[in-house]
């Protein structure tokens, strides 16, 4: 069982930079990918970045290549999304998640299996 604990959201104007965190519980968290997942008012839940146990291996939504950063700690169990560059479109509640699976790519809500509650991210125009 892994618990999930975002923090960092809040009000950026559009150009400005936010620093997510997801706080991890257990001792396995290495052993988890772990991704950062948006969701819009109204919209589907979307993929933006997707890191490795290792922390060696990174993937990221086109939206996201360029301007957010994924990175983590094993030694504290957690995981970061470095937002710069932010426009009104990345407006959204931004979930973490972890998921046992190891292949590269895995960007369907379905491939995890925790998340966390969401910190929301608003950027003004």
């Known amino acids: 069982q892994v618990q999930l604990v975002e923090s960092g959201g809040g009000l950026v104007q559009a150009g400005g930079s936010l620093r997510l965190s997801c706080a991890a519980s257990g001792r396995t968290f290495s052993s988890y990918a772990m991704g950062w997942f948006r969701q819009a008012p109204g919209k589907e839940r979307v993929f933006v970045a997707r890191i490795l146990g290792s922390g060696m291996i990174t993937y990221y939504a086109d939206s996201a290549k360029g301007r957010f950063t994924i990175s983590r700690d094993n030694a504290k169990n957690t995981v970061y999304l470095e937002m710069d560059s932010l426009k009104p479109e990345d407006t959204a509640v931004y979930y973490c998640?972890?998921?046992?699976?190891?292949?590269?790519?895995?960007?369907?809500?379905?491939?995890?299996?925790?998340w966390g509650q969401g910190t929301e991210v608003t950027v003004s125009s």
């Open positions: 998640a972890a998921d046992q699976g190891s292949a590269t790519i895995r960007t369907r809500t379905y491939h995890y299996e925790y």
